[in-house]
Each structure stands twice: as structure tokens, then as C-alpha cells.
């Protein structure tokens, strides 16, 4: 199996929802929006959280990509913040301390 950032970096969307989670990825506050995306109660780890943010956004893009009428863009840009912003904080989480 692939690591989370491989799989990341292989995504491959529209450059507009990329370039509009670039800009709102700024102001990801994990507290306040990963509950709202993943349902309430403890907030799962950075890769945890990043795994189901990952599964949910492959659905979404599938109903993109067959012009469901029930898709999204509010939602698949959310899922992508989202996305961005746990990316963020796994690759913190995984730097090597440089005050040792």
C-alpha cells in the first residue's frame, strides 16, 4: 500500500478546486471543521482523519465525474481544505525536531 503523501500527490482534480482549497486551506482550523466534515466526537489522528477525508472525497469525485446531480462543489472543496489542512499537519508531525 501506498503512503498517505504518495497517494496525495497522485490525486489528480480539476486545477480550479485545487487552486480554491489552496487559498481556504489558510484558514483550516481542524477543531472547527473536521467535526462538521466527519461527524462529531473525538477528532481521529492527522492520518486517520486523512484516510477518511481521502475515501470521502474519491466518492465525491466519482459522482463529479458522472454528472450526478446530487454532487457537490461546496462539499468536494471542503473535503479538499480539509484534506490539505490534516497534510499539513502529518507532515509537522513527522518532521524531525531541529531544536535537539
Do not use: F
Not at 20 to 41: N, S, T, W
Not at 55 to 83: C, K, N, P
Amino acid at each position: 500500500m501506498q503512503d498517505l503523501t504518495t497517494m496525495l500527490s497522485t490525486l489528480r482534480r480539476p486545477r480550479l478546486l485545487i487552486r480554491a482549497a489552496r487559498h481556504g486551506v489558510q484558514e483550516y482550523r481542524r477543531d472547527r471543521h473536521l467535526p462538521r466534515i466527519l461527524g462529531y466526537g473525538t477528532l481521529p489522528r492527522p492520518a486517520a482523519s486523512l484516510m477518511r477525508l481521502m475515501e470521502l472525497e474519491r466518492e465525491l469525485d466519482e459522482r463529479r465525474r458522472s454528472d450526478d446531480a446530487g454532487y457537490s462543489v461546496i462539499r468536494h472543496l471542503d473535503l479538499l481544505i480539509a484534506m490539505m489542512g490534516e497534510a499539513q499537519l502529518l507532515k509537522a508531525s513527522r518532521a524531525p525536531d531541529c531544536l535537539t
